[in-house]
């Protein structure tokens, strides 16, 4: 008796978290993809803009979100060989993500070269170049990190899908920055809502569970380390004048 009282706790445990990753992970969704849509019904000219390698890597980086839902979905009603099915299929999308973010972003920066916004003999211009580059490349890197620490833990469910939630924040900004843009708030502000994201997921961790996840502590230390250098290194002039020159010897 005692053992059926357990085994059911236990499963309703189970199932109360796949519920709230379920919906904190839909949360994360619905605001990357509100704030593209938001900006295109704001101006829909910005559609105008959107390159082959920018649309490539939007559908890349939406099916990786629609994934992630799925794959929760699916561990929740313990499916776990479609869950490892398409678990593979993540790792396509993952570096499709990469290559055709790399693609964009000097893609992106060559065009505002080309507008003197990323004017390569202004210094002032070399360092906000600098400054995107850096946020750009250091977000993918956090997010590859993050992707591959929750392959890693695939053994491990509680911190593989923390660590793969993280990855799904880090990537927030891609959605997030449209909307700070259109409101013209501050874009500390992103940040700010970013690590409020992170707080429910330590307030949950704390309240359900009692403690702090390892897993969820070293994302939030990953996310500070991209903070801090948004606001300190890629603000210097020395790393504006070398991005730039490394990426104008491309």
Do not use: C
Not at 131 to 155: D, T
Not at 224 to 250: C, E, N, P, R, Y
């Amino acid at each position: 008796m005692d053992s059926t009282i357990i085994n059911s706790n236990s499963t309703g445990s189970r199932s109360a978290e796949n519920k709230f990753f379920g919906l904190f992970a839909l949360l994360i969704s619905f605001i990357v993809f509100g704030g593209f849509a938001l900006n295109w019904v704001s101006n829909p000219s910005n559609l105008n803009r959107v390159t082959f390698w920018t649309g490539l890597h939007g559908a890349f980086s939406a099916a990786w979100y629609l994934l992630l839902l799925s794959q929760i979905k699916l561990a929740s009603k313990g499916s776990y060989s479609a869950h490892k099915i398409l678990g593979k299929l993540s790792v396509i999308l993952v570096l499709g993500i990469l290559l055709t973010g790399s693609i964009m972003a000097y893609e992106f920066y060559h065009r505002l070269a080309g507008f003197g916004v990323f004017n390569p003999e202004d210094a002032q211009a070399r360092l906000r170049a600098g400054g995107f580059l850096g946020g750009a490349f250091l977000q993918w890197l956090i997010f590859l990190v993050l992707y591959v620490l929750g392959v890693i833990n695939i053994k491990k469910p509680a911190h593989h899908k923390r660590f793969m939630i993280a990855a799904a924040i880090q990537m927030m900004p891609e959605g997030l920055n449209r909307v700070v843009h259109l409101l013209s708030i501050p874009g500390y502000t992103m940040f700010i809502f970013m690590f409020s994201i992170y707080m429910i997921l330590i307030f949950y961790d704390w309240k359900v569970h009692g403690r702090l996840y390892a897993s969820t502590v070293l994302s939030l230390v990953l996310f500070s380390v991209l903070v801090l250098a948004m606001h300190t290194l890629f603000k210097w002039q020395v790393w504006g004048d070398w991005s730039v020159k490394m990426i104008s010897s491309i």
